[in-house]
């Protein structure tokens, strides 16, 4: 029956209503709705005879109706809660499986999780894990000093005097064009057999030692030749270790003079482009090879600086950048007469790999222009250094200058800033090819214990842009046992395939003496390193004991993950660490800033915290109670957390002692392991279980229908209690079987699906059972078979109530084809279980609705007509409310989820548009119910993204970057004989070996072969329920195009109950929310560096001793070019015959051992 209409709005009629406004329908919030406190009703939909369903789905004629009353709506709010309810009470068996828990309570025990017990066992597994690595790189540093201090140099020392595997050997011979093709190498490289490994997921030889020498480095060097003679003696060692600790993986020496000595030997993953690999810029040797640095870079920009030296300059600023870790702090700034910084920063930021990004981007915007002015550029980086009101290193402290040549050698500033104590480290670079004194420029880092480097041409940049590590390396050698401390890395992708990784890292000093009573040697020779693969810590967590939503994460002193649920890099770059800060692998509040201070600062800890978790899809945000528990793990830079919900203190074990006391057979023979078989699915629905490691031998499968037929066969060979099956696991399993079989038995079975429009029903558990009834349903069936990674599954486990999930739709793919393809919604709901006082939730129970069947009904439900009633129909006279059903025409009735996206609705045009954004279907409306504050948006970034590469911008003939000579210079004989006629020849001689040095991307040169994606960062945009949970109404104002509107979240469920009048014009069309996740370059890092999140450097700096012998600081190896040499070049440049490149020995005089 009707009810009059007695507040906001206007009788009209229904076809032909005009627009106009709704004066004094302001907002009008209504009282809660409350849930009736009887048992469950039938369902309204079958109290309606069949006979009926046909007229009621019939429309009236036109007639005059109002927008429905406040408390109409609540009516029809709370017939769609019984309805929901109703169903699931009769088919989810929520009561009826506690019930079968408590039946079969003898077969398994609850155990309990106690966070501060759990964390400190972890924490001690992981140390003991680590500690045995430790053990293993002090033995191989001992040795290679030793070795070292034994060898004699030999200065006729010939390539074929030494025998090693060069891993690049295969990958050479298989190019003719390589070096040692066109050379003709004379060192005995040895041919290897491989064998598989999992452990490496590789092939290895354990039988030696393989190495690997930079592209840029001429292996016949004699220094070369001699790191090679005395390491060979490491493999001895090598092969002791992996004896010791089976489980060690790759065992590393990186030399200072480049030369990687690698066990076991495996053959180099050689990239499409030129390897660029040096292990001296990977982050683990960074890292052990001298303390935290503060970096101020500065370079000359006077007008005397252009062409290729500013191209040069530019590239060696950014391959100086690419020796810094996050450990250090760095500025950059350019000078003439005076100095700015060249980015947004104007202080000392963490060099991190966005940090250096914007420096890259920023330096190539550098332009020449004005005089010189040394002065200016020293006052503004000593100003930098001793800026003591921001986060910093406070360690190694260092100014880099980047210049073509100069006069002054502002002893002033040195006198002022500097001495006599010498803080600060000066090392100069003398860029490009020209005829200046550059003996102001060698006394400057002379004077300031630094070092002097020339980079004449493109190939001296790399080995002179990381060679200062030598000596900030002095301090460290000269302290002796002192620096002997062993350092764990951040995360980063391992180069020989094994997946994340860190690194244990141990110097190696150079304990030779050059005669009796001389000073000690002050070279670092290299550092050792040992891998430690993410995955084998991760084993040494609690994996299925915590719940679906509990988990184990650990952090560094810069707040790091070394393990999370959410470090899952899309993709990764041999140059950088995989540096994930964990307020950015979670959802950042004040809590979890608190608990990441806590844990940096190596503190126990214990807290719990409301906080926002995003769903395993992404899709949607809750709100939960979680348990944060923390230790240190000794020895090491790390902290581990541990993560619960209330609901997981609590767990249970299958205890099947009986059954197996009984049955000395295999595992096929207990009871209930039948209802895991196929033959019993059509009886008692299709099984999907877990993809988990039960046993060793246990196949694994992408495929669940292949993986349960590897599972079945197995457990017809072992029994029971087989020590090569994990028995919880397995126990679990099998109970669980048994538990949702009997579900079947006592509720499934004998219920009609189609006369409630239930396309399936489900349950889920803990143990990794999947059990979906009909087994025809299991064919349309896409949830993840293993629960703890199921969105569904996870989010009832946190959310009371029933919890719906449309289909996923991405708005740029085609609508749903409801013709041909039955589309259902999930609706479920955890099973909470309560024995004594332990409560906890093992498993998840629901059904599937047929999506158009729920439409008409959600129409009838919505409706002001009592179960039997014909529709309402209201005469030329009468004055009627409208309702969903009959007047879908002018009124649009949704029901939206927690989420913000399409659920049902009466309109049959926007069932394809179920599982949608609303956003995409009314924009006008959903911004509406964002601005009344119905929802609430989260926005965050995903910086493990990856995205396709960017096509390139310069396509023309010549390589970008090359000074290219005009006319002019060309008919000039001052040209000829000119620095960039000498600078030019080199580029392109060096070209070469480099290909396009300036145009090369370092991470797609030095990447896999399969890299086809770069690292990108997305934003993300979530909407959850806000503060408003009553009954409301209010008013989209727009002119004539405004209305009305009503909104009513649903009492136990995720769902949103919006009436609305269907929109007249489209004039009000002018925001659109977005939930679709963009491509963002991250949130403004200027603005971030101005509130760094807390860190801790190194406990531990070398920056200074006392002894340091500070007289080999670098010395000018510039020569004159001959002007006959240089007409001969250019005239073969012209005639484009290249000359052919000539082996380079590029590594420093000073690395003489």
Known sequence: MAVPARTCGASRPGPARTARPWPGCGPQPGPGTRRPASGPPRPLWLLLPPLLLLPLLAAPGASAYSFPQQHTMQHWARRLEQEVDGVMRIFGGVQQLREIYKDNRNLFEVQENEPQKLVEKVAGDIESLLDRKVQALKRLADAAENFQKAHRWQDNIKEEDIVYYDAKADAELDDPESEDMERGSKASTLRLDFIEDPNFKNKVNYSYAAVQIP??????????????????????????????????????????????????????????????????????????????????????????????TLKLMKTSVCEMLDTLSDDDYVNVASFNEKAQPVSCFTHLVQANVRNKKVFKEAVQGMVAKGTTGYKAGFEYAFDQLQNSNITRANCNKMIMMFTDGGEDRVQDVFEKYNWPNRTVRVFTFSVGQHNYDVTPLQWMACANKGYYFEIPSIGAIRINTQEYLDVLGRPMVLAGKEAKQVQWTNVYEDALGLGLVVTGTLPVFNLTQDGPGEKKNQLILGVMGIDVALNDIKRLTPNYTLGANGYVFAIDLNGYVLLHPNLKPQTTNFREPVTLDFLDAELEDENKEEIRRSMIDGNKGHKQIRTLVKSLDERYIDEVTRNYTWVPIRSTNYSLGLVLPPYSTFYLQA?????????????????????????????????????????????????????????????????????????????????????????????????????????????????????????????????????????????????????????????????????????????????????????????????????????????????????????????????????????????????????????????????????????????????????????????????????????????????????????????????????????????????????????????????????????????????????????????????????????????????????????LCSQCEAGRLLQKETHSDGPEQCELVQRPRYRRGPHICFDYNATEDTSDCGRGASFPPSLGVLVSLQLLLLLGLPPRPQPQVLVHVSRRL
């Open 215 to 308: 592209t840029d480095i001429y292996k016949g060097s004699t220094v070369i030749l001699n790191e090679l003679n005395w390491t060979e003696a490491l493999e001895n060692v090598f092969m002791e270790n992996r004896r010791q600790d089976p489980t060690l993986l790759w065992q590393v020496f990186g030399s200072a003079t480049g030369v990687t000595r690698y066990y076991p030997a495996t053959p180099w993953r050689a990239p499409k482009k030129i390897d660029l690999y040096d292990v001296r810029r990977r982050p683990w040797y960074i890292q052990g090879a001298s303390s935290p640095k503060d970096m101020v870079i500065i370079v000359d920009v006077s007008g005397s600086v252009s062409g290729l």
């Open 655 to 1063: 205890n099947l002692s009986d059954q197996i006391l009984q049955v000395k057979l295999p595992i096929s023979k207990l009871k209930d392991f039948e209802f895991l078989l196929p033959s019993s699915f059509e009886s008692e629905g299709h099984v999907f279980i877990a993809p988990r490691e039960y046993c060793k031998d246990l196949n694994a499968s992408d495929n669940n229908t292949e993986f349960l037929k590897n599972f079945i066969e197995l457990m017809e060979k072992v029994t029971p209690d087989s020590k090569q099956c994990n028995n919880f696991l397995l126990h679990n399993l099998i109970l669980d079987t048994g538990i949702t079989q009997q579900l079947v038995e006592r509720v499934w079975r004998d219920q009609d699906l189609n006369t409630y429009s239930l396309l399936a029903v489900f349950a889920a558990t803990d143990g990794g059972i999947t059990r979906v009834f009909p087994n025809k349903a299991a064919e349309d069936w896409t949830e993840n078979p293993e629960p703890f990674n199921a969105s569904f599954y996870r989010r009832s486990l946190d959310n009371h109530g029933y919890v719906f999930k449309p289909p996923h739709q991405d708005a740029l793919l085609r609508p749903l084809e409801l013709e041909n393809d039955t589309v259902g919604i999930l609706v479920s709901t955890a099973v909470e279980l309560s024995l004594g006082r332990r409560t906890l939730r093992p498993a998840v129970v629901g059904v599937k609705l047929d999506l158009e069947a729920w439409a008409e009904k959600f129409k009838v439900l919505a409706s002001n007509r009592t179960h039997q009633d014909q529709p309402q129909k209201c005469g030329p006279s009468s004055h009627c409310e409208m309702d969903c059903e009959v007047n879908n025409e002018d009124l649009l009735c949704v029901l939206i989820d927690d989420g913000g996206f399409l659920v049902l609705s009466n309109q049959n045009h926007q069932w394809d548009q179920v599982g949608r954004f609303f956003s995409e279907v009314d924009a006008n409306l959903m911004l509406a119910l964002y601005n009344n504050s119905f929802y609430t948006r989260k926005e965050s970034y995903d910086y493990q993204a990856a995205c396709a590469p960017q096509p390139p911008g310069n396509l023309g003939a010549a390589p970008r970057g090359v000074f290219v000579p005009t006319v002019a210079d060309l008919l000039n004989l001052a040209w000829w004989t000119s620095a960039a006629a000498w600078s030019l020849f080199q580029q392109l001689l060096y070209g070469l070996i480099y290909h396009s040095w300036f145009q090369a991307d370092p991470a797609e040169a030095e990447g896999s072969p399969e890299t086809r994606e770069s690292s990108c960062v997305m934003k993300q945009t979530q909407y959850y329920f806000g503060s408003v949970n009553a009954s409301y109404n209010a008013i989209i104002d727009c002119g004539n195009c405004s209305r009305l509107f009503h909104a009513q979240r649903l009492t136990n469920t995720n769902l949103l109950f919006v009436v609305a009048e269907k929109p």
